[in-house]
């Protein structure tokens, strides 16, 4: 069983388009995030929800949207897509935002804009 | 602002001892993580250290010095199943509870 499921895998688009990356966990975990890994493999948060409910929103152009319709599943979709949000997007979640120490990690989403 | 710092890389060969430091300058430090990540892989978690000391779990331990702002990971008995990235991040005590990441460290493990 999958604890933290994303999709897609690969996602190659180009520039302007929108576009979405699902993410559900089966843990039972409140508390997900939305993570930018750069080439250089810098991880970064974007986004963090509990319970559904916005607790960690970074400095992140507001062409990302996030969208917790339950506490298992955070979506993000980004508008105007530019060739810097190309990335590894990982999901993440944690039992709780107290616990955000230890967070477990979908496999994360490649995405190539050109 | 917050900053950590830990050598991008390390090599050591199959057997032996490893230790991957991280250091750090942030203000409402809560504790520090350590994640693994393989190449084309998710981040894992390892370890959490909130207080001074040493943390074993199984080959690998981590050490944390509230007073030095310094951590390190310390890998026992190496594999080659151990060359990957290595990530110390620090939790914030800021609302959201966040993690900070550092840069990574590179562990090459050799025969």
């Known amino acids: 069983d999958t604890a933290v499921s994303q999709t897609p895998k690969y996602l190659v688009t180009q520039m302007g388009n929108d576009k979405s990356i699902k993410c559900e966990q089966n843990l039972g975990h409140d508390t997900m995030y939305w993570y930018k890994q750069d080439s250089k493999k810098f991880l970064k948060i974007m986004f963090s929800y509990n319970n559904k409910e916005l607790i960690i929103n970074e400095t992140v152009p507001n062409r990302f949207s996030p969208k917790s319709p339950d506490k298992a599943h955070l979506n993000l979709h980004i508008n105007s897509l530019e060739l810097g949000d190309s990335a590894v997007y990982f999901c993440?979640?944690?039992?709780?935002?107290?616990?955000?120490?230890?967070?477990?990690f979908g496999p994360g989403t490649r995405l190539t804009v050109t | 602002g917050q900053s950590l710092e830990q050598p991008s890389e390390v090599t050591a060969v199959e057997g032996a001892i490893v230790q991957i430091n991280c250091t750090y300058q942030?203000?409402?430090?809560?504790?520090l993580s350590w994640y693994q990540q393989h190449d084309g892989g998710a981040p894992t978690f390892l370890s959490y250290n909130a207080l001074d000391g040493l943390e074993e779990t199984g080959r690998f331990s981590s050490f944390l010095s509230r007073s030095d702002s310094y951590g390190y990971l310390l890998l026992q008995e190496l594999q080659m199943k151990d060359s990957a990235s290595y990530f110390c991040a620090v939790r914030l005590m800021e609302y959201g509870n966040k993690l900070v990441f550092g840069a990574g460290t590179i562990l090459r493990v050799k025969s």
């Open positions: 993440a979640s944690s039992q709780e935002h107290l616990e955000a120490y230890e967070q477990y």
């Open positions: 942030t203000s409402g430090f809560y504790g």
